[in-house]
């Protein structure tokens, strides 16, 4: 670690190991924090002060905009100006007030984004509520758990969501007792409220109740807690991750810090496409962010087969996605591709070679090629509405691939990000036109320290000359700890330092490689250890899969996997090989499964993986994992545990298929 880093600079010496706590790795902070962190913007202490000095600065600019539905077709965007959805917010607060909501209490948002979603958290803001986000996608398990967990005693919610929210009574009727619907309240509905004693009012109604009534809005402080932020439970039951104001005043200074220095900025004149859900604390920072600048928040419908539809209408400015998004865009780009003929094709790859050649060389994206940029890039572009100029993905790793073709053909700036519910989101992010920084989450921002932990168990160490550890973060962005559960607050945040439990590599510029998470490490009963997040990401790489799950567990010596192909390259297999049948049919065909199999080996092997790490057998399942069923959390992770007992009985048969096979050879 002698070398110079040219993204980050040293500003603690790294400590060997001593009395059972491991060695770590010297402090490090962004270089853009060479003269101290940026501090919050002057007189922002508070969410509500995000919001309502944008109102005073930038009155009349549009702020949240959702499509017209004209004779049942949608038409423009209609928006709200950011006067207008304040005086919405202060009525909203009054409403609130009046039906006997204090300071802190809990506010629950059960739906899928939209103006109204935003408007009772500015409401919520304004009076020194803890605003608790509930994912649409959570069933009434999930939701009863939180809003008893968190005691919320008023739940504005999604008018199709209502349904699912009695579910939870009467048990969640402990704390809640009032709800608000985004839309209108049915009679039966009313009826069926009262059977739980609970009161429900409409949107409209609700907001009569504060007409004429004037509540004085409490001082907020930056250690005032403003959200309760449930993490989706990849590892377990969800967390509630206490975030401050604090948190997210430090984090909007980071990002005006970060984007002045790599020469970008965030505008009045940035659109906005809120699709990702807001009760993930990815979005909600960047909602923040853009509002902070009068910025343009425009909604989607709701519906990912529309989202297509909503980007050209809104034609936003920066694109924000998780992996998953990202990988279809990259399979529908390639399916058009190969059904669009030799030449085509031909054409389109010579571009793509010519263009990321230099890039390579070290042009920026705009120099390498602008003459394919617009005969052959320009439509790739247009597909996204034709004014993205910045890409963010963030979340889970973005596949190499992917990264670097959309870097080619997308004509924007191609950035991902890392960060956790605990870390506010961004504490790490690539910089524009650093082709070098392919594959990393890039330098951290310049309001964390990082420093690297060794994990013997591993065998990494923080302070050999390739340092790698697990990922410790120090800052004001930090949480305030776990709701109700200091146990597991005191496990992961230790003097200060944030502990991830991801493993990353710091690389010769600074930038980090996220390269394991020790979250989900396991022994074979061989003793071997596997890191499965790393084997599946290379798995991932494979282009007749679209999603793979990689099994093992502490009795078995060797790993199975549970995979959604690729129907396209499945289907032409089929027909190549002479394998009949419909495509449901194909994923239980023997043969077909040897295919996918094979092609899942050949990349173990292509990527020298160990003999432990290849899966020995394989189940093809045509439904790709997904939220209805439980296996996805809303930012498409795989929930591993439920996964575990969705195909319990396959995976059950596998391994008995595979073992008598093992035996029967002796
Ligand atoms: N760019 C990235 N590359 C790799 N991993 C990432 C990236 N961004 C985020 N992650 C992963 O996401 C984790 C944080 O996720 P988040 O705070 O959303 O919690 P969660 O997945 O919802 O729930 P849980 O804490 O229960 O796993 C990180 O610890 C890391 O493992």
């Given at each position: 670690?002698?070398?110079?880093?040219?993204?980050?600079?040293?500003?603690?010496?790294?400590?060997?190991?001593?009395?059972?706590?491991?060695?770590?790795?010297?402090?490090?902070?962004?270089?853009?924090?060479?003269?101290?962190?940026?501090?919050?913007?002057?007189?922002?202490?508070?969410?509500?002060?995000?919001?309502?000095?944008?109102?005073?600065?930038?009155?009349?600019?549009?702020?949240?905009?959702?499509?017209?539905?004209?004779?049942?077709?949608?038409?423009?965007?209609?928006?709200?100006?950011?006067?207008?959805?304040?005086?919405?917010?202060?009525?909203?607060?009054?409403?609130?007030?009046?039906?006997?909501?204090?300071?802190?209490?809990?506010?629950?948002?059960?739906?899928?984004?939209?103006?109204?979603?935003?408007?009772?958290?500015?409401?919520?803001?304004?009076?020194?509520?803890?605003?608790?986000?509930?994912?649409?996608?959570?069933?009434?398990?999930?939701?009863?758990?939180?809003?008893?967990?968190?005691?919320?005693?008023?739940?504005?919610?999604?008018?199709?969501?209502?349904?699912?929210?009695?579910?939870?009574?009467?048990?969640?009727?402990?704390?809640?007792?009032?709800?608000?619907?985004?839309?209108?309240?049915?009679?039966?509905?009313?009826?069926?409220?009262?059977?739980?004693?609970?009161?429900?009012?409409?949107?409209?109604?609700?907001?009569?109740?504060?007409?004429?009534?004037?509540?004085?809005?409490?001082?907020?402080?930056?250690?005032?807690?403003?959200?309760?932020?449930?993490?989706?439970?990849?590892?377990?039951?969800?967390?509630?991750?206490?975030?401050?104001?604090?948190?997210?005043?430090?984090?909007?200074?980071?990002?005006?810090?970060?984007?002045?220095?790599?020469?970008?900025?965030?505008?009045?004149?940035?659109?906005?496409?809120?699709?990702?859900?807001?009760?993930?604390?990815?979005?909600?920072?960047?909602?923040?962010?853009?509002?902070?600048?009068?910025?343009?928040?425009?909604?989607?419908?709701?519906?990912?087969?529309?989202?297509?539809?909503?980007?050209?209408?809104?034609?936003?400015?920066?694109?924000?996605?998780?992996?998953?998004?990202?990988?279809?865009?990259?399979?529908?780009?390639?399916?058009?591709?190969?059904?669009?003929?030799?030449?085509?094709?031909?054409?389109?790859?010579?571009?793509?070679?010519?263009?990321?050649?230099?890039?390579?060389?070290?042009?920026?994206?705009?120099?390498?090629?602008?003459?394919?940029?617009?005969?052959?890039?320009?439509?790739?572009?247009?597909?996204?509405?034709?004014?993205?100029?910045?890409?963010?993905?963030?979340?889970?790793?973005?596949?190499?691939?992917?990264?670097?073709?959309?870097?080619?053909?997308?004509?924007?700036?191609?950035?991902?990000?890392?960060?956790?519910?605990?870390?506010?989101?961004?504490?790490?992010v690539s910089l524009p036109d650093e082709l070098g920084m392919l594959g990393t989450v890039g330098?951290?921002?310049?309001?964390?320290?990082?420093?690297?932990?060794?994990?013997?168990?591993?065998?990494?160490?923080?302070?050999?000359?390739?340092?790698?550890?697990?990922?410790?973060?120090?800052?004001?962005?930090?949480?305030?700890?776990?709701?109700?559960?200091?146990?597991?607050?005191?496990?992961?945040?230790?003097?200060?330092?944030?502990?991830?439990?991801?493993?990353?590599?710091?690389?010769?510029?600074?930038?980090?490689?996220?390269?394991?998470?020790?979250?989900?490490?396991?022994?074979?009963?061989?003793?071997?250890?596997?890191?499965?997040?790393?084997?599946?990401?290379?798995?991932?790489?494979?282009?007749?899969?679209?999603?793979?799950?990689?099994?093992?567990?502490?009795?078995?010596?060797?790993?199975?996997?549970?995979?959604?192909?690729?129907?396209?390259?499945?289907e032409r297999w089929a027909a190549e090989n002479g394998v009949s049948g419909d495509y449901d049919?194909?994923?239980?065909?023997?043969?077909?499964?040897?295919?996918?199999?094979?092609?899942?080996?050949?990349?173990?092997?292509?990527?020298?993986?160990?003999?432990?790490?290849?899966?020995?057998?394989?189940?093809?399942?045509?439904?790709?994992?997904?939220?209805?069923?439980?296996?996805?959390?809303?930012?498409?992770?795989?929930?591993?545990?439920?996964?575990?007992?969705?195909?319990?009985?396959?995976?059950?048969?596998?391994?008995?298929?595979?073992?008598?096979?093992?035996?029967?050879?002796?």
């Open positions: 670690m002698s070398q110079q880093k040219k993204y980050i600079f040293q500003v603690e010496e790294g400590k060997e190991g001593s009395d059972g706590r491991p060695s770590v790795g010297p402090v490090y902070r962004s270089i853009f924090a060479k003269d101290g962190f940026p501090d919050p913007i002057e007189g922002m202490d508070s969410c509500w002060d995000v919001f309502r000095m944008s109102v005073e600065k930038y009155p009349n600019n549009p702020m949240l905009g959702r499509r017209e539905i004209v004779d049942g077709k949608p038409g423009k965007y209609v928006w709200q100006t950011y006067q207008e959805v304040y005086d919405i917010v202060m009525k909203l607060g009054n409403s609130l007030r009046s039906v006997g909501v204090k300071d802190e209490a809990k506010c629950g948002i059960y739906g899928a984004n939209s103006p109204e979603w935003i408007i009772s958290m500015e409401a919520c803001n304004a009076h020194g509520l803890y605003c608790v986000p509930l994912y649409d996608t959570l069933g009434a398990d999930a939701v009863e758990f939180i809003i008893s967990h968190s005691e919320v005693s008023i739940v504005f919610v999604e008018e199709k969501k209502i349904s699912e929210l009695f579910k939870t009574c009467p048990n969640s009727t402990e704390y809640m007792k009032t709800v608000v619907s985004f839309g209108g309240v049915s009679r039966e509905q009313k009826e069926e409220a009262e059977t739980f004693g609970l009161v429900i009012y409409a949107w409209d109604e609700f907001l009569k109740l504060g007409e004429g009534k004037q509540y004085d809005l409490p001082i907020k402080k930056k250690s005032d807690i403003c959200t309760i932020m449930y993490t989706s439970g990849t590892t377990g039951d969800p967390k509630g991750v206490m975030i401050s104001n604090e948190s997210i005043v430090t984090l909007i200074a980071g990002v005006i810090r970060l984007l002045k220095s790599a020469n970008e900025a965030l505008t009045v004149k940035d659109v906005y496409l809120s699709y990702l859900p807001l009760a993930h604390i990815f979005d909600r920072v960047i909602e923040e962010c853009f509002i902070q600048h009068g910025a343009a928040i425009g909604f989607w419908r709701g519906d990912v087969k529309l989202l297509i539809e909503d980007l050209a209408e809104l034609k936003p400015t920066i694109f924000c996605a998780v992996p998953r998004v990202l990988d279809r865009v990259y399979s529908g780009l390639q399916k058009k591709l190969s059904d669009g003929g030799f030449l085509k094709k031909f054409i389109f790859d010579s571009a793509f070679s010519y263009k990321f050649g230099y890039m390579k060389k070290g042009q920026s994206h705009v120099e390498a090629s602008p003459l394919f940029d617009k005969l052959v890039f320009s439509k790739v572009k247009q597909g996204l509405g034709g004014n993205v100029r910045i890409i963010l993905s963030g979340a889970a790793p973005l596949a190499s691939h992917v990264e670097s073709f959309l870097r080619v053909v997308a004509c924007c700036h191609v950035l991902q990000g890392y960060g956790l519910t605990e870390s506010c989101a961004g504490t790490f330098p951290p921002v310049p309001n964390v320290d990082i420093r690297l932990e060794s994990v013997p168990e591993m065998e990494y160490d923080a302070l050999a000359s390739t340092a790698r550890g697990e990922i410790c973060i120090r800052g004001k962005t930090l949480f305030s700890g776990y709701y109700k559960r200091e146990d597991l607050t005191k496990e992961v945040l230790i003097d200060g330092w944030l502990h991830t439990g991801d493993v990353g590599e710091w690389q010769p510029d600074g930038s980090m490689k996220i390269i394991d998470r020790k979250k989900n490490i396991f022994k074979l009963s061989q003793g071997e250890y596997v890191a499965v997040e790393n084997i599946e990401n290379i798995y991932g790489e494979v282009q007749a899969v679209d999603s793979v799950w990689v099994y093992g567990n502490s009795f078995e010596s060797f790993l199975i996997a549970i995979a959604n192909p690729n129907q396209h390259i499945l049919a194909l994923c239980q065909n023997e043969k077909a499964k040897e295919f996918i199999l094979g092609e899942l080996v050949k990349m173990a092997k292509e990527k020298k993986m160990k003999g432990f790490e290849i899966i020995k057998a394989i189940h093809l399942d045509p439904v790709p994992f997904d939220m209805e069923r439980d296996l996805l959390t809303p930012t498409f992770k795989k929930k591993r545990p439920q996964l575990l007992k969705y195909y319990q009985s396959v995976i059950d048969e596998m391994y008995k298929t595979i073992n008598a096979k093992f035996a029967s050879r002796g």
